[in-house]
């Protein structure tokens, strides 16, 4: 039952070349000169077996770049579309390596379910060539080098990406993140530092990267994600007893099946609870599969890039109504 409760598994390694200065130092001809030869590396023939795709983020308008955000392609900074940046990924966008963001190299890679071993495994290989040819900045006692110190070590940041509403609703995330802190493990918004946990998603990620190694943090981030999921389920289970609870996850159902306008706010919210529906059974028309792919095409920028056209918000709400309609209608 974990696919109830977990969405993706994730793992990102930073890297810098060792003869260049770090990406705030650096001129727009090393940041070119950089983008060119790992553009040269990994896509002109296949790449430890992937086929790579090569985007400037200079030549991508504003709404895809934010669309790029939204599917956890990029970074907000690296969105910025400066010269240089360059975005490497595969068709399915579950590998992407962002060049001239805060390092070098962000080398990602997103699976769905939980799949944090197969991740780190593929990243694990991607890097390993990488440095074949490129010879990453590495220092003995301090490990692999970075522009920002927190991530000296492994400079890995492992996440898994989890839906939470009954922990959420019971109050009881907050006590959860406290003692997370303790363990070397961080839990925020879907997004990140500082962002709110729409639709009940929450990340769980690795915070400590220097003095541990990069298997004994994926390790730790395994066990602890194993109890969570666990306490989510029972919880959910004593929630399902309530008629309130149930009535709730039925009307949220129907809301989105009629809706003709609906924020983004309050349709995430509605898709949690049809989710929880979903997985407790009490909702059999819908698939899991159909909810986590519209809390992606539903987001601003992804419905402007749906649409290819610049939208207003009354627009934006408008046409996710219709998109909801659509995927949710009876078969």
Same mark, same amino acid.
């Given at each position: 039952? /974990?696919?109830?409760?977990?969405?993706?598994?994730?793992?990102?390694?930073?890297? *810098?070349?060792?003869?260049?200065?770090?990406?705030?130092?650096? /001129?727009?001809?090393?940041?070119?000169?950089?983008?060119?030869?790992?553009?040269?590396?990994?896509?002109?023939?296949?790449?430890?077996?992937? $086929?790579?795709?090569?985007? $400037?983020?200079?030549?991508? *308008?504003?709404?895809?770049?934010?669309?790029?955000?939204?599917?956890?392609?990029? %970074?907000?900074?690296?969105?910025?579309?400066?010269?240089?940046?360059?975005? +490497?990924?595969?068709?399915?966008?579950?590998?992407?390596?962002? +060049?001239?963001?805060?390092?070098?190299?962000?080398?990602?890679?997103?699976?769905?379910?939980?799949?944090?071993?197969?991740?780190?495994?593929?990243?694990?290989?991607?890097?390993?060539?990488? *440095?074949?040819?490129?010879?990453?900045?590495?220092? $003995?006692?301090?490990?692999?080098?970075?522009?920002?110190?927190?991530?000296?070590?492994?400079?890995?940041?492992?996440? +898994?990406?989890?839906?939470?509403?009954?922990?959420?609703?019971?109050?009881?995330?907050?006590?959860?993140?406290?003692?997370?802190?303790?363990?070397?493990?961080?839990?925020?918004?879907?997004?990140?530092?500082?962002?709110?946990?729409?639709?009940?998603?929450?990340?769980?990620?690795?915070?400590?990267?220097?003095?541990?190694?990069?298997?004994?943090?994926?390790?730790?981030?395994? %066990?602890?994600?194993?109890?969570?999921?666990?306490?989510?389920?029972?919880?959910?289970?004593?929630?399902?007893?309530?008629?309130?609870?149930?009535?709730? +996850?039925?009307?949220?159902?129907?809301?989105?099946?009629?809706?003709?306008?609906? %924020?983004? $706010?309050?349709?995430?919210?509605?898709?949690?609870?049809?989710?929880?529906?979903?997985?407790?059974?009490?909702?059999?028309?819908?698939?899991?599969?159909?909810?986590? %792919?519209?809390?992606?095409?539903?987001?601003?920028?992804?419905?402007?890039?749906?649409?290819? /056209?610049?939208?207003?918000?009354?627009?934006?709400?408008?046409?996710?109504?219709?998109?909801?309609?659509?995927?949710?209608?009876?078969?």
């Amino acid at each position: 039952m /974990s696919d109830a409760v977990i969405i993706s598994s994730r793992v990102r390694l930073a890297r *810098n070349l060792r003869d260049y200065p770090f990406p705030n130092r650096m /001129s727009d001809a090393q940041r070119e000169e950089i983008a060119e030869k790992i553009k040269n590396l990994m896509c002109k023939e296949r790449f430890c077996g992937y $086929k790579f795709l090569a985007v $400037k983020m200079e030549d991508v *308008n504003e709404f895809d770049r934010i669309s790029m955000v939204e599917r956890h392609l990029i %970074s907000p900074d690296f969105a910025s579309g400066d010269k240089g940046k360059l975005l +490497i990924t595969t068709e399915n966008e579950e590998i992407s390596i962002m +060049i001239n963001e805060e390092d070098h190299l962000r080398i990602q890679v997103i699976l769905p379910n939980f799949e944090i071993e197969k991740a780190y495994e593929i990243a694990d290989m991607l890097d390993t060539e990488l *440095n074949k040819n490129l010879s990453f900045a590495f220092d $003995k006692r301090l490990g692999f080098l970075t522009q920002c110190p927190t991530n000296l070590g492994t400079a890995m940041r492992a996440s +898994i990406m989890m839906h939470l509403p009954a922990l959420k609703e019971s109050r009881t995330v907050s006590r959860i993140a406290s003692n997370l802190s303790k363990l070397g493990l961080v839990i925020r918004g879907a997004y990140g530092e500082d962002t709110e946990a729409k639709g009940d998603m929450y990340q769980i990620s690795n915070q400590v990267s220097l003095g541990i190694s990069e298997k004994s943090a994926i390790e730790n981030l395994k %066990s602890i994600t194993e109890q969570l999921v666990n306490s989510e389920l029972k919880t959910r289970e004593t929630m399902m007893q309530s008629f309130e609870y149930q009535d709730k +996850i039925g009307r949220s159902y129907g809301i989105l099946i009629t809706a003709r306008l609906i %924020s983004h $706010k309050e349709a995430v919210k509605l898709l949690s609870n049809l989710r929880v529906g979903i997985c407790e059974g009490l909702i059999d028309s819908v698939t899991l599969e159909t909810v986590d %792919s519209l809390m992606l095409k539903i987001q601003p920028a992804n419905l402007m890039r749906i649409k290819g /056209s610049r939208l207003t918000p009354d627009e934006r709400d408008r046409v996710r109504a219709e998109i909801i309609r659509e995927e949710l209608k009876l078969r």
